[in-house]
């Protein structure tokens, strides 16, 4: 089963690691409201692109830094199998 790992850092210090199953992600993507989409496609958690590459078993990784309590922190996307 493949699966999104959702990296954050603090600096170069892994701060949390999450792993979800790309089945997940497609159940939001069918339940979201279009602006919630939009929303996190401006912050680089793009939906489509990560089901379209789960699907033809490329490459996705992406990287994106958001600010959380005051702190800022680099937000590390990738599919794994």
Do not use: W
Not at 48 to 53: K, M, P, T
Not at 54 to 69: D, F, L
Request: include cysteine; glycine fraction near 6%.
């Amino acid at each position: 089963m493949k699966k999104l790992v959702i990296k954050k850092f603090i600096g170069d210090n892994l701060d949390e690691e999450t792993t979800v199953p790309v089945m997940f992600i497609s159940l939001l993507h069918g339940l979201l409201p279009n602006s919630a989409l939009e929303g996190l496609t401006q912050n680089g958690f793009d939906f489509d692109e990560i089901l379209a590459c789960a699907k033809s078993n490329t490459h996705y990784q992406a990287e994106t830094t958001v600010e959380e309590n005051g702190l800022k922190k680099r937000i590390e996307l990738y599919i794994k199998e």
